[in-house]
């Protein structure tokens, strides 16, 4: 079992910069990719970010690219993501997601929610205009 844990959410206003940071423990070993997911308010979950075991190559759904970035430091077993030019539609409880058994490896989808077997809790975020 992989336990997340979220933090770095909170209130910025529009234009603002925020980093939110995944601490995983357990058997983090096992843990491939790593992913962010986000849900706003009457919306369903959608897919942020996702960085490969490696850290080698990420993954960005098309409204974030050139604003978000994901990192991860897997000695620390920490993921990151750094958010820059936030905008008011970035509002959301954004999850921390991974992969525990390669299936993100062996289907090469990233983006599904369903091939991550591990999530935290949640950490909000509000941007103001």
């Known amino acids: 079992q992989v336990q997340l844990v979220e933090s770095g959410g909170g209130l910025v206003q529009a234009g603002g910069s925020q980093k939110l940071s995944c601490a995983a423990s357990?058997?983090?070993?096992?843990?491939?990719?790593m992913a962010w997911f986000r849900q706003a308010p009457g919306k369903e979950q959608e897919f942020v970010a996702a960085?490969?075991?490696?850290?080698?190559?990420?993954y960005y759904v098309d409204s974030v690219k050139g604003r978000f970035t994901i990192s991860r430091h897997n000695a620390m077993n920490t993921v990151w993501l750094q958010m820059n030019s936030l905008k008011p539609e970035d509002t959301a409880v954004y999850y921390c997601?991974?992969?525990?058994?390669?299936?993100?490896?062996?289907?090469?989808?990233?983006?599904?929610?369903?091939?991550?077997?591990?999530w935290g809790p949640g950490t909000q975020v509000t941007v103001s205009s």
């Open positions: 960085v490969s075991w490696s850290g080698g190559t990420t």
């Open positions: 997601a991974a992969d525990g058994d390669m299936s993100t490896y062996y289907s090469g989808n990233y983006s599904t929610s369903t091939e991550y077997d591990y």
């Open positions: 357990g058997r983090t070993g096992s843990s491939y990719a």
